[in-house]
T-cell receptor, first 112, second 117 residues
């Protein structure tokens, strides 16, 4: 069975600092990987996705993630965060049947 | 990207009543739709998989008689919470997909905040 582990439940960071949100997955088959952002009382917004090809994936709002098959990781990074990046971030995996399995989420809190 | 619309965005209902939540794919035909539930400050838990024209497949621990799912057309799936109780209060999100789109991702609705009083 597939599973997703987000290693940090909360990540506080100062504005303009870099940030990395960690995600590890387990699956015996090829996976598609996603990062979503959820602002308070809102639905999900897709940040980026890895389907195949280049392991470095660039998304919206300056975020990027790197797929590392040997370490089964898909960490999300941003070189300089803004206050507006404060939100909940979910790493997710799909084994091709469109059934998405989510991690527990990481709360990014950007401080002034 | 594709658009998935959920309605209503918020609903308050009395204990013991039923409430229906709609999930529509606006610009594509969705052969499969998924329903998720999110508890406060928690992740999204898959409740069921809905395939057009067939019975939904429920995840372990989800009561199919309480959470009725109907996928009567390729653009609409509904989730009905029957005899709602306060513990059913939650954020419900649907997603829709279709292999014909050529995109290996599911598209999510904006969610429905259900409060049972």
């Amino acid at each position: 069975a597939q599973s997703v582990t987000q290693l940090d439940s909360q990540v506080p960071v100062f504005e303009e600092a870099p940030v990395e949100l960690r995600c590890n997955y387990s699956s015996s088959v090829s996976v598609y990987l996603f990062w979503y952002v959820q602002y308070p009382n809102q639905g999900l917004q897709l940040l980026l996705k890895y389907l195949s090809g280049s392991t470095l994936v660039k998304g919206i709002n300056g975020f990027e993630a790197e797929f590392n098959k040997s370490q089964t990781s898909f960490h999300l990074r941003k070189p300089s965060v803004h206050i507006s990046d404060t939100a909940e971030y979910f790493c997710a995996v799909d084994t091709g049947g469109f059934k998405t399995i989510f991690g527990a989420g990481t709360r990014l809190f950007v401080k002034a | 990207g594709a658009v998935v619309s959920q309605h209503p965005s918020r609903v308050i209902c009395k204990s013991g009543t039923s409430v229906k939540i709609e999930c529509r794919s606006l610009d594509f035909q969705a052969t499969t739709m998924f329903w998720y539930r999110q508890f406060p400050k928690k992740s999204l838990m898959l409740m069921a998989t809905s395939n057009e024209g067939s019975k939904a497949t429920y995840e372990q621990g989800v009561e199919k008689d309480k959470f009725l799912i109907n996928h009567a057309s390729l653009t609409l799936s509904t989730l009905t919470v029957t005899s709602a109780h306060p513990e059913d209060s939650s954020f419900y999100i649907c997603s829709a997909s279709s292999p014909d789109r050529g995109s290996m991702e599911a598209f999510f609705g904006q969610g429905t905040r259900l409060t049972v009083v």
